[in-house]
């Protein structure tokens, strides 16, 4: 079984340029997240999709940022504008359903630069 | 706000040596509690997790941990140390009244000396 796909692997932009990062989840997942991870710190949820809705984006720095998941399947996130202080590791994950507690599945990430 | 706390920035252990990586938490139940590990460029992969029961969990890879409930805690134990344990280790906590929501700790970096 195919696990979670991210691309690309590795970004780098500069300040001010848009960016935009893709995610395909395991199939048959219903439940996607997107997580930002700065260096030394553990991943933080920016957005969870059931399906095609938007459930929690309450982290979500919605004045560059931005996602979608059109058909309930893969998904992609934008930054635009980027800024320096968003270089990090963008993970993506997936789970079966939204029982509690499920396991959640990550992706390699996607790694960005803002020079 | 549900939290989690991992004291340990970095530890260094020698292959063959037993190893406990601590976890503290902060939520208003039980909660939900979870052990990740992740190599270097690589996603995070799900050692063991703990929902309710008996408060000693095995995981993949050796590794166990104990539900301490008095003491907010969830160590993360290996008896025998191996150089590819090398990685971070992630503690979290999931949200018992909303679906799958984790908090992470910041990680503890393992290195393995030979």
């Known amino acids: 079984e195919a696990g979670v796909v991210q691309s690309p692997r590795y970004k780098i932009i500069e300040k001010k340029q848009p960016v935009a990062f893709w995610c395909n989840p395991i199939?048959?997942?219903?439940?996607l997240y997107w997580y930002r991870q700065n260096l030394g710190q553990g991943p933080e949820l920016l957005i969870r999709?059931?399906?095609?809705?938007?459930?929690?984006d309450s982290q979500l720095p919605k004045d560059r940022f931005s996602a979608e998941r059109l058909k309930g399947v893969d998904s992609t996130l934008k930054i635009q504008p980027a800024e320096l202080g968003d270089s990090a590791v963008y993970l993506c994950?997936?789970?079966?359903?939204?029982?509690?507690?499920?396991?959640?599945?990550f992706g390699p990430g996607t790694r960005l630069l803002v020079l | 706000a549900q939290s989690v706390t991992q004291p340990d920035i970095h530890i260094t252990v020698s292959e063959g040596a037993s190893l406990e990586l601590r976890c503290n938490y902060s939520?208003?139940?039980?909660?939900?509690l979870f052990w990740y590990v992740q190599s270097p460029g690589q996603g995070l992969q799900l050692l063991l997790k703990?929902?309710?029961?008996?408060?000693l969990v095995q995981g993949i890879k050796g590794f166990e941990a104990e539900f301490k409930r008095s003491q907010s805690s969830f160590n993360l134990r290996k008896p025998s140390v191996h150089w590819s344990d090398a990685a971070e280790y992630f503690c979290?906590?999931?949200?018992?009244?909303?679906?799958?929501?984790?908090?992470f700790g910041t990680g503890t970096r393992l290195q393995v000396t030979l």
């Open positions: 994950a997936s789970s079966p359903g939204t029982l509690k507690g499920e396991t959640q599945y």
């Open positions: 199939s048959g997942h219903n439940t």
């Open positions: 999709y059931e399906n095609e809705e938007a459930v929690d």
């Open positions: 939520y208003g139940a039980t909660p939900y």
């Open positions: 703990y929902f309710s029961g008996d408060t």
């Open positions: 979290a906590v999931g949200n018992t009244g909303t679906a799958s929501k984790l908090t």
